[in-house]
């Protein structure tokens, strides 16, 4: 076995320069969710180029794609690499899925060299929308993944982690409805919908206060009013809620309800809320496939950071209920620096960055080695992809 992973170790530095220059072209060239058209050009000819099967468009979303290898497409098992590939606006590549993309690359063309000492196959997977726009979760329900066994990627981060959890996300609009009225002549006769919302605002911000420490509300009063001399007959706000299982977020949700109910009532003014899709599950962790990770980051001496309890949310949350999922962080900034910033982004850049790239290339070819090549993990991964919540 160590002979394989040696051998996937020399095939990702032969093509580290390809990676580099992947990585600086989606770096160079960011772009924002379901536009990510130079992106997903430029992912699908260099794999085309290099001995791959392309469908573009799958799942009817334009900028991803499905690309296999010509000489064994239909092998199963197989293992799916996800390919990220959106940026942030503003900030860009701010949350480095350059980087995400090329090792997803790098780690396919290195175990296809290999592919043929074991049984199984494999697929790249370019996922859009990450940032907010849930592509993986229309891939999946277009049946993308229908015939992969795994799903495996990696992200930078301040941290290096075989796994961690990822807390489920749901985002909804609020709207208060009052009536105007002149705020001095006649304020008797109006029904302030800013005064509803900022109750709101309050209900929910006492509410945190007894929430479990992985889960969160946040948010921001998007209207608040048109004139100061106008009592508001109209504000909205947009809010978050996450939490670390798809149960606990729905109890949240309905306690979210009832704040806003009660700041209506208090106010008179009438209310709705509206759910926006998609909504981001919680990681359903797989501990078979986090330590097989773990002992190929010992393999190639990554140190193992301990957790330090941070969360956010993703749509492989939503991906790790159709077929297992796994997500390892290799870190490219001091644990202090913000991730969705400027100085992340130019991190991919720096050395860090860059090693990091090589690694994680190495890392997931070697887990996706250690699944195909194992009957008994595989066995392990299932059991544990069945177990209940």
Do not use: W
Not at 27 to 32: D, K, L, R, S
Not at 33 to 61: I, M, N, P, T
Not at 325 to 349: K, N, Q, W, Y
């Amino acid at each position: 076995m160590d002979q394989i992973k040696n051998r996937l170790s020399e095939e990702v530095e032969k093509i580290s320069a390809d990676l580099y220059r992947i990585s600086e072209y989606l770096y160079h060239n960011p772009e924002t969710a379901y536009v990510e058209f130079k992106a997903c050009e430029y992912l699908s000819g260099f794999l085309q180029d290099r001995g791959f099967e392309v469908e573009r468009a799958v799942g009817g979303l334009k900028t991803a794609f499905l690309a296999r290898p010509a000489r064994h497409p239909k092998r199963r098992p197989a293992v799916a690499f996800l390919a990220e590939y959106d940026a942030l606006p503003g900030v860009g590549h701010g949350c480095g899925h350059n980087l995400i993309a090329a090792a997803s690359l790098g780690a396919a063309l290195a175990l296809n060299q290999v592919i043929d000492q074991i049984s199984g196959g494999l697929a790249v997977v370019g996922t859009p929308a990450e940032e907010g726009g849930g592509g993986k979760i229309q891939l999946a329900e277009a049946g993308v993944f229908a015939e992969t066994a795994l799903a495996i990627m990696f992200h930078p981060g301040r941290l290096n982690l075989p796994g961690e959890e990822m807390i489920g996300r749901v985002k909804f609009k609020v709207e208060f409805f009052g009536q105007e009225a002149h705020a001095s002549v006649s304020p008797d006769r109006g029904i302030n919908a800013l005064d509803a919302m900022v109750a709101a605002y309050n209900n929910l911000n006492a509410l945190r206060s007894a929430l479990r420490p992985e889960a969160r509300i946040h948010g921001i009063i998007t209207h608040g009013g048109d004139a100061p001399n106008i009592i508001p007959q109209y504000t909205a706000g947009l809010f978050y809620v996450r939490a670390a299982t798809k149960s606990y977020l729905n109890e949240i949700l309905k306690k979210v309800e009832k704040c806003l109910e009660g700041a209506a009532i208090a106010t008179g003014a009438g209310y709705k809320i509206e759910i926006i899709q998609p909504t981001f599950d919680p990681i359903k962790r797989n501990p078979p496939l986090e330590n097989t990770l773990k002992a190929n980051m010992e393999f190639l001496k990554i140190f193992v950071d301990k957790d330090d309890g941070r969360r956010g949310s993703s749509d492989i949350g939503n991906l790790s209920y159709y077929l297992p999922a796994v997500h390892p962080s290799l870190a490219i900034v001091d644990p202090e620096t913000p991730g969705h910033s400027r100085i992340f982004a130019e991190a991919t850049m720096g050395p860090r960055g860059r090693e990091a790239l090589i690694k994680a290339a190495k890392l997931l070819a070697m887990t996706a080695y250690d699944y195909l090549d194992s009957a008994e993990l595989r066995e392990r991964v299932k059991e544990e992809f069945n177990r209940k919540e």
